[in-house]
């Protein structure tokens, strides 16, 4: 088994209830959710909205391939209604984003997996609800 961190945002609809919903269906679909941090409401990053974000992170032991990982995190985006993802930094309001933060102790570097998270050192919201969870 492996150990993965995700992060977990939402920031339009019922952001709480988006994040407990990602949470099950990770639980179902990716492996046994370890721990889940508390939920922490941030300003939108990188774009301008009105709609305040719910930020989590959560700890998965799982069977899946790093590229697997990235299929089932996306599959759950889209059941949830997420209808795009962010490409060269322009970013929007979501449902639900999931992102790998971290995998064992690899590296992924590829055009559309990068693991260890690229930019997670910049962001509080990534990082906060991280600490709180590891081990």
Not at 116 to 126: A, S
Request: charged share 25%; aromatic share 6%; glycine share 6%.
């Amino acid at each position: 088994m492996h150990k993965v961190y995700l992060s977990l945002g939402s920031n339009l609809g019922d952001r709480k209830y988006e994040i407990k919903r990602a949470v099950e269906l990770i639980g179902e679909r990716i492996g046994a959710v370890e721990r889940v941090s508390s939920l922490y409401e941030t300003e939108p990053w990188g774009f301008s909205s009105d709609n305040m974000f719910v930020n989590a992170a959560v700890c998965v032991s799982t069977h899946l391939t790093p590229r697997a990982l990235l299929e089932a995190t996306q599959a759950i985006e889209r059941d949830m209604g997420r209808t795009a993802k962010s490409v060269n930094g322009q970013y929007h309001d979501r449902t639900i984003d999931i992102d790998i933060l971290l995998y064992d102790n690899i590296k992924v570097d590829e055009p559309d997996l990068n693991i260890p998270h690229p930019l997670m050192n910049e962001r509080d919201f990534v990082m906060k609800p991280l600490k709180e969870i590891l081990a």
